[in-house]
């Protein structure tokens, strides 16, 4: 049973602080503080606990990552400043490259984000220089930039905390998206192939882990994961945690 809360707990105002801290550093902007207040809501009304369908889509993501020829981890400012060891840690466990790749770009924004990236461990980011010159069609803004080592040739890419625009940008380029989205019914959680409806710092942890598991198994080519039916059980599990809070 989940239980209801006035005010936040000290794990939700933990990540609040990585986030305030990563903002002071250059790798946040104010924008990406809004979404995470969104994020945040979302997560409250979740219980600010793993859904059992969030665990299926973990698992169906681990399986679409191994299974990839080309994945990639796309990174911003967010979710650098929330788990910068677990984009490293999943990059091995999962063989994806990482990326940065920021709707508000600048220079000296890219480079904090790789140094943090570097200092966790990571041995090469794509997206900084020269060869980061391709661009995803049919997109505005700095988004649609793209390395040709990486997102660019991807078959499957790792989006968390993604804005619909892309996401739908990406979709249309023929790429396979794996999204973390804490809003079920956000345009990027619909238009994705996996969705795990979870916070992206309890969600690193997961996928890291089923990434391990999986390896050890033999994956079959094929396998099918019904994202709209899942988004569809994860809406129902927060509306009846709202019951239960309604009626604690
Ligand atoms: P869309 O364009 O896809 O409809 P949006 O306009 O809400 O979504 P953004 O403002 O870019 O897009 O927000 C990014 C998304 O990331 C939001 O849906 C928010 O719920 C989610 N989000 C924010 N913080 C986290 C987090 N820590 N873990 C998982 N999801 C998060």
Do not use: W
């Not at 000290?10 to 207040?37: D, F, M, N, P, Q």
């Not at 994945?71 to 490259?97: D, M, Q, T, W």
């Amino acid at each position: 049973m989940l239980v209801p809360r006035s005010h936040p707990r000290a794990a939700s105002l933990h990540i609040r602080e990585r986030l305030v801290h990563g903002y002071r550093k250059g790798l946040v902007v104010e924008e990406g503080l809004l979404a995470h207040g969104r994020g945040e809501m979302f997560d409250y009304l979740m219980g600010e606990k793993t859904l059992k369908t969030s665990h299926d889509a973990v698992k169906a993501a681990s399986r679409m990552l191994l299974l990839a020829k080309r994945p990639v981890i796309s990174v911003n400012g967010n979710l650098a400043a929330l788990c910068p060891r677990e984009i490293v840690v999943l990059a091995r466990a999962s063989g994806a490259k990482i990326e940065v790749n920021l709707f508000y770009a600048s220079e000296k924004r890219k480079k904090a984000i790789a140094g943090v990236l570097k200092r966790s461990g990571a041995k090469e980011v794509l997206g900084l220089d020269a060869r980061c010159s391709q661009k995803i069609p049919n997109l505005d803004s700095a988004r649609r930039v793209v390395d040709e080592r990486g997102i660019f040739i991807a078959d499957v890419v790792l989006v968390p905390l993604e804005d619909g625009d892309r996401t739908e940008a990406l979709k249309r380029f023929g790429k396979k998206v794996i999204t973390f989205d804490l809003n079920p019914m956000s345009r990027t959680a619909q238009a994705a192939d996996i969705t795990i409806v979870d916070n992206v710092t309890r969600g690193m942890q997961l996928l890291i882990k089923s990434c391990r598991k999986m390896k050890k198994c033999r994956l079959g080519k094929n396998f099918k994961f019904d994202n709209k039916k899942n988004l569809s059980r994860s809406i129902l599990a927060i509306k009846n945690n709202l019951g239960r809070m309604a009626h604690a």
